[in-house]
C-alpha cells in the first residue's frame, strides 16, 4: 500500500499516545501529589485515585497497544487476519474496564467529564467486539476464497 500522508499522520499520533502514556502513567504518583496542592480532593482522595488511574492508564496502554498492532497489518495491505480479531476483543475488555474504573472514580467524587468517560469505554468497548465479529467473518471469508483459488 502506497503511504498517504493521513496514513503515515495515523502511525505518528499513535506512536506519541502510546509513549507519552507510558511516561503519564508513570508519572501519576508525583502528579497527583503536585495537583494535590492546588486541589483537595486528589490530596483527600489520593491513594485511591492514584491505583484508579493507573489501571486506567495501564488499560488504556494496552488498548493503544493494540491499535498499533492492528494499524501494523493496514500498512501492510493485510488487516483480515486472526491477530487482528484478537486484537479487537483485547480493545473491547480494556475498554470495559477503563469504565469500570471510571465508574468507580464516581464513588468519590461526580464530576461530568467521569460520567462522559464511562459512557464512551462502554461504547468503545461495545464497537470493539461488534467490529472483532465482522473481522473475524470477513477473516473467514477471506481464507475460504484464499483455498478456492
Known sequence: MKKSPLISFTKILLDFMFYSGILVC???PGSF???GKYFGIFRKFYIPFCIIF???GIFALVLLWELRNIFRT?????PFVK??????????????????SM???LVFIITPAA?????VFLI???????LSQVFDQAVTYKLENDLTI
Not at 493496514?74 to 493485510?78: E, K, L, M, T, Y
Not at 460520567?115 to 459512557?119: E, M, P, T, Y
Not at 468503545?124 to 461488534?130: D, H, R
Open 74 to 78: 493496514v500498512i501492510h495491505s493485510n
Open 115 to 119: 460520567l462522559v468517560l464511562v459512557a
Open 83 to 100: 491477530e487482528n480479531v484478537k486484537s479487537l476483543q483485547r480493545m473491547g475488555n480494556c475498554s470495559f474496564i477503563i469504565a469500570v
Open 33 to 35: 501529589l503536585l495537583v
Open 54 to 56: 493507573m489501571i486506567a
Open 103 to 105: 465508574a468507580v472514580r
Open 124 to 130: 468503545a468497548g461495545l464497537f470493539s467486539l461488534v
Open 26 to 28: 508513570v508519572t501519576v
